[in-house]
């Protein structure tokens, strides 16, 4: 299978999987093709889409971020205090502002973490994850705090039933593909995902480049907190929880476990896949375990799928090394 | 051709026959009231002949009142309230198909087969446990009532908030024409709400799933205010306890019903009395095993525990107390009043347990769609339905009821052979 190939197969897989989806849903249900339920799965996306783009970065540097899934909770219970119900502009910017340093600082804070402490990437998100949600809980014991109406428009204005960020979203990933496969910056990521000691003897600045993968995926998160808070319109402490969604949609989406590999336009995809399921399922009176147990056997088959050759790679190089303690083993007896 | 034709004696009793029944059919036309026309079987039933509006008949058998309610009286006190607790409770009495209602519990939902033009829906932030399980029969046996309603549908997003918002928009986009839920999450439900309430939906939570703005941003709450529990709570705590440590539990952190007692309860307790610690359960038994273990390791002194969920405390707190060799002496002031916790109690016999219960209020839910169809049909509707509280003594009204399973309410109106069915073994 060509690299070429393998990179296109999750982008095509995933798309023929929406259309037949969409096919099947609209016909059998035609509420799925109102514009109320089309906008609102698009906006539903929104907040997992921008997760997982930023959990794409983290992923292509070889690590995961699991604090992200808090991330968005703190950026929902902080929109209901710097961004409140009836707020002038004047005290929306800097509400929002107020946000994307949440998420700035979460990054960094993540990113000391791995970088300067050298912890693994789950262990030390895990432990942001933590303070995070303890943190908003702290903040919010119960969902209240209305957040702007005058926001939440801006955030889900839309034409019919296409929101206008949906569309920025899109180009967003576009852009971010384009700078993965054609930018040195872009290069440079992969490489260290792929062999950091390699990279670094190449002159790359490998530190940096984690740091900063880090930092771009907590900001996602936060931008994607925007969003959530704009579904839920409210400073719920409860609401939230995109970490093994957004990592599901990565590696749908073709990123590889083990780094240096991944797609924007894959993770974008795969997030639409993801909210597609969920708003199909209760259209068709489907309990949600399906949900789960499709994304689960999804992932498993996206692993074999577009890891198939590493897995295989590793396969034969265990049986082999099994291959040779058998003899070793064999050798005095006989 | 040939047409059919019988002996003359047979073809004149046949006349007669369709004569009386043309008759009958027009006295009937002529002599019922407006409800009686629009009413389904619940006011067709020939049992019942109080007023009626909206396909309701306002009346409700007295002993069926007493099971659910503990006391017929304990009826909420404003009229229009009153009116609709009445008809749901009327139509609890009516004959439903039970094996179709099984099916339809066990698969989540069905089609009535009364070809009714009506779909309702049951969606909830949570159903995975007992309580709620039996909310859903009731909601189901109360919806057959209707020969209006072709369909029924129930949805649980388990526990996820988004989730909990895709289910909501997926039965307004589905054109459900009532909603009944309880807001597991609290006002982060309000955007959806006030979406259905935009497309004309009556929406209706129940077990006092009080979210902001009832009668504006939703038709109605059912249920006993929450902060009326716990003041009844606060009584029981300041009369048994006196002084000394309590805890109070909870379901999922920020849920109204937990919030409403709670935020009540605490302000009208003796000052005597401390409350040691606010934990979540999430309505989990074995969360509730491990919630109260760590209490009662920090404060192994501790006498009394307000709760909601009966059965909960039943199943984890007397394991707790039993790992940690203490007995179980305290004083419990429920919100259910489940058969396992009465048992549980009986099995105990211990004078020094004392517990203090209130209805579950499974059948709420009852009266939660009744005002939702009544609403479709013009009603107008209370923004808040509220039963007056009313705490039972175990010692003095035994919940443990024969024949009962333990998971079940000794208040729910789900007959006993249908819980049998549910709950076999």
């Known amino acids: 299978m060509s690299l070429r190939f393998r990179g296109w197969m999750p982008l095509a897989l995933l798309s023929v999987l929406i259309v037949a989806i969409a096919v099947y849903a609209g016909a059998r249900e035609p509420a799925f093709y109102s514009d109320y339920n089309l906008r609102n799965l698009l906006l539903t996306t929104m907040p997992l889409a921008l997760v997982a783009l930023g959990q794409t970065n983290a992923l292509l540097v070889g690590g995961f971020d699991v604090s992200v899934a808090a991330l968005v909770t703190m950026c929902i219970v902080v929109a209901s205090f710097t961004m409140p119900a009836g707020a002038a502009w004047w005290v929306l910017i800097p509400g929002a502002l107020a946000l994307v340093g949440v998420g700035l600082a979460t990054g960094v804070f993540n990113a000391t973490l791995i970088r300067v402490l050298g912890l693994p990437s789950i262990i030390a998100t895990l432990g942001t994850l933590s303070i995070l949600q303890g943190?908003?809980?702290?903040?919010?014991?119960?969902?209240?705090?209305?957040?702007?109406?005058?926001?939440?428009?801006?955030?889900?204005?839309?034409?019919?039933?296409?929101?206008?960020?949906?569309?920025?979203?899109?180009?967003?990933?576009?852009?971010?593909?384009?700078?993965?496969?054609?930018?040195?910056?872009?290069?440079?990521?992969?490489?260290?995902?792929?062999?950091?000691?390699?990279?670094?003897?190449?002159?790359?600045?490998?530190?940096?480049?984690?740091?900063?993968?880090?930092?771009?995926?907590?900001?996602?998160?936060?931008?994607?907190?925007f969003y959530a808070a704009a579904q839920v319109q409210i400073g719920s402490p409860i609401v939230g929880g995109y970490a093994l969604e957004s990592i599901a949609a990565a590696v749908l989406g073709g990123a590889s476990l083990a780094g240096g590999r991944g797609s924007f336009v894959g993770a974008l995809l795969a997030a639409v896949f993801l909210s597609l399921i969920k708003n199909v399922l209760p259209l068709f009176q489907q309990p949600t375990e399906y949900a789960q147990i499709t994304i689960g056997a999804l992932i498993l088959l996206a692993l074999l799928l577009y890891q198939g050759p590493e897995l295989a790679r590793r396969f034969r190089s265990s049986w082999q090394g099994v291959g040779r303690l058998r003899t070793r083993g064999a050798t005095p007896a006989g | 051709m040939h047409l059919r034709t019988g002996p003359p004696r047979r073809r004149y009793w046949l006349v007669l026959g369709l004569l009386v029944a043309a008759l009958a059919l027009v006295a009937a036309g002529c002599g019922g009231d407006d409800g009686d026309d629009e009413a389904g079987p619940?006011?067709?039933?020939?049992?019942?002949?109080?007023?009626?509006?909206?396909?309701?008949?306002?009346?409700?058998?007295?002993?069926?009142?007493?099971?659910?309610?503990?006391?017929?009286?304990?009826?909420?006190?404003?009229?229009?309230?009153?009116?609709?607790?009445?008809?749901?409770?009327?139509?609890?009495?009516?004959?439903?198909?039970?094996?179709?209602?099984?099916?339809?519990?066990?698969?989540?939902?069905?089609?009535?087969?009364?070809?009714?033009?009506?779909?309702?829906?049951?969606?909830e932030g949570f159903g995975e446990n007992i309580y709620r399980e039996i909310s859903k029969m009731e909601f189901i046996l109360q919806a057959l009532t209707y020969p209006e309603i072709g369909e029924i549908i129930y949805t649980s997003a388990q526990s996820d908030p988004d989730q909990a918002l895709t289910d909501?928009?997926?039965?307004?986009?589905?054109?459900?024409?009532?909603?009944?839920?309880?807001?597991?999450?609290?006002d982060a439900m309000l955007p959806v709400f006030k979406e259905a309430t935009e497309a004309g939906i009556p929406v209706t939570t129940y077990a006092w799933g009080y979210v902001t703005g009832?009668?504006?941003?939703?038709?109605?709450?059912?249920?006993?205010?929450?902060?009326?529990?716990?003041?009844?709570?606060?009584?029981v705590m300041n009369e048994e306890v006196g002084s000394g440590k309590i805890a109070f539990l909870g379901g999922f952190p920020g849920n109204p019903l937990s919030l409403g007692w709670q935020k009540c309860e605490e302000p009208e307790l003796n000052d005597e009395i401390q409350v040691v610690a606010k934990e979540a359960t999430n309505w989990d038994s074995s969360k509730?095993?491990?919630?109260?273990?760590?209490?009662?390791?920090?404060?192994?002194?501790?006498?009394?525990?307000?709760?909601?969920?009966?059965?909960?405390?039943?199943?984890?707190?007397?394991?707790?107390?039993?790992?940690?060799g203490k007995p179980f002496d305290a004083v419990l002031t429920m919100r259910t009043d489940d058969v396992g916790l009465g048992c549980a109690v009986n099995d105990l016999d211990n004078p020094n347990l004392k517990v203090y219960y209130y209805t579950a209020g499974n059948s709420q839910i009852r009266v939660a769609l009744t005002a939702g169809m009544m609403k479709l049909k013009g009603a107008e509707i209370p923004p808040e339905i509220v039963f007056p509280v009313e705490l039972q003594d175990q010692a003095e009204r035994d919940s443990c009821v024969e024949g009962y399973p333990q998971e079940a309410s000794a208040t729910s109106l789900v007959p006993v052979e249908l819980l049998s069915k549910m709950y076999p073994g």
């Open chain 2, 42 to 123: 619940g006011a067709t039933t020939g049992e019942t002949t109080g007023d009626g509006e909206f396909g309701e008949v306002y009346e409700a058998d007295e002993a069926l009142l007493e099971k659910t309610l503990f006391d017929a009286e304990l009826l909420p006190e404003d009229e229009m309230s009153r009116n609709i607790a009445l008809a749901a409770y009327g139509r609890a009495d009516d004959d439903v198909d039970q094996e179709l209602a099984l099916r339809c519990w066990r698969n989540n939902g069905c089609k009535t087969g009364t070809d009714g033009e009506l779909t309702v829906g049951y969606v």
């Open chain 1, 135 to 225: 943190g908003a809980l702290l903040l919010r014991d119960h969902p209240e705090g209305p957040i702007s109406g005058e926001a939440i428009d801006v955030l889900t204005w839309s034409v019919g039933f296409l929101p206008l960020a949906f569309v920025g979203v899109v180009l967003l990933a576009v852009a971010a593909d384009l700078w993965l496969y054609r930018s040195r910056r872009g290069l440079a990521v992969r490489a260290v995902g792929l062999d950091e000691t390699s990279a670094r003897r190449l002159g790359m600045s490998t530190g940096r480049v984690v740091f900063g993968a880090f930092v771009v995926c907590s900001l996602m998160a936060a931008l994607g907190g």
């Open chain 2, 168 to 186: 909501f928009r997926a039965a307004i986009s589905r054109g459900v024409d009532v909603i009944v839920t309880y807001p597991d999450f609290g």
């Open chain 2, 288 to 324: 509730v095993q491990e919630v109260v273990a760590g209490i009662l390791a920090r404060h192994p002194d501790i006498k009394g525990w307000s709760y909601e969920y009966g059965l909960g405390m039943a199943q984890g707190a007397v394991a707790a107390y039993k790992a940690a």
């Open chain 2, 214 to 235: 009832p009668g504006e941003n939703y038709t109605t709450v059912v249920g006993e205010d929450t902060c009326n529990l716990g003041k009844a709570f606060a009584n």
